[in-house]
């Protein structure tokens, strides 16, 4: 209905990639990291980091329905991290860069990105400011033809190896949200540290580091769009983010369920398998049915996307529903493996580490709700 030959060529493209590729070497990148430089150029060469970007810095020019095809396909992916590493490179690091930046930065930093030459991450969150981004503290000062910027993030997807930085600072002290800037930060200038890299609960195969600013000099030719205007740029980045979690979470939920099918199929208990077990297919049936409601939503966003309309609304229901849903559906398979389901060498036992971070990361569950409320209403 909504895919032709050449969705299904992209198709056809992302799954060799994720079947000879990384799946073969996730359980090894979950112990280490994933090495971005090395897997992005190899997925720049195939044209798979600038879909919906233009020709003209090295992207692909489709449309939404070619950018769906992509990240249902990285869904397939054995390890949430990897998606999620990504994703940041395209759709969370580098849209308001597409967008609003210079002709300059896009030839300087998005083209690079999106052949797959230089990694990129998003600078936001702060050790005390998080879902509330307006309370953010990381300072840019207006200095000559230079800001100078001051501070910390933390929980940076991609930091480690990342070589800029899409950075939201302040820039001025007023209240509202015409007091900040977005900026691209190159990693290899004087005053970027890297002070740690974090050990997180899941999402193990990616690298995630908190980022210190200690009077790093950046061009003021580095800013994306208007000064003061850093903080709506994001918020308008923050519907590509959170729209790039929904295709992956009904994907991999699905998988889930079939992995779980197959085991309790297999797994003989009083004498039946439990797949006999009423209570099991019904519980699984019930997850199944709220798969498909997200992908129908998923698919109406997209629609509304080709339309040109604003998605915001619908994007959060959908940012809220992933995160529940891909929860429930790991924490419930988990249940039926039993004591297998609670071993490390379980592929669920991944599943179920790496679903906790959909309802905390790219704005919280609660955030989500607000935005609904308001937007509703009340």
Known sequence: ??????????????????????????????????????????????GLLGITYDQKYGGQGLDYWFDLVFLEELGHIKAGGLPMAIAVQTHMATPALHEYGSESLKETYLRPAVAGEMVSAIGVTEPGAGS???????????????????????????????????????TDDKPGFHSFGLFVVPTNLPGFVVSRKLDKLGMRCSDTAELFFDDLRVPAENLIGEDGEGFIIQMKQFQHERFSALPGAYVSARDTINMTMNYISQRTAFGKPLIKNQVLRHRLVDWITDIECLKQLTYHIVRMKMKGLDVTREVSMGKLLAGQLSFNVSNGCLQMFGGMGYMNESLITRNFRDSRLLSIGGGADEIMKEIIARLEGF
Request: proline share 2%; aromatic share 8%; hydrophobic share 40%.
């Open 1 to 46: 209905m909504y895919f032709n030959e050449e969705h299904n060529a992209l198709r056809a493209t992302v799954r060799r990639l994720v079947d000879r590729e990384i799946n073969p070497k996730i359980d090894e990148w979950e112990e280490t990291t994933v090495p971005l430089h090395e897997l992005f150029k190899k997925m720049g060469d195939l």
């Open 132 to 170: 509330d981004v307006a309370g953010l503290k990381t300072r840019a000062v207006r200095d000559g033809d230079s800001y100078v910027i001051n501070g910390s993030k933390i929980y940076i997807t991609n930091g480690c190896q990342a070589d800029f930085v899409t950075l939201l600072a302040r």
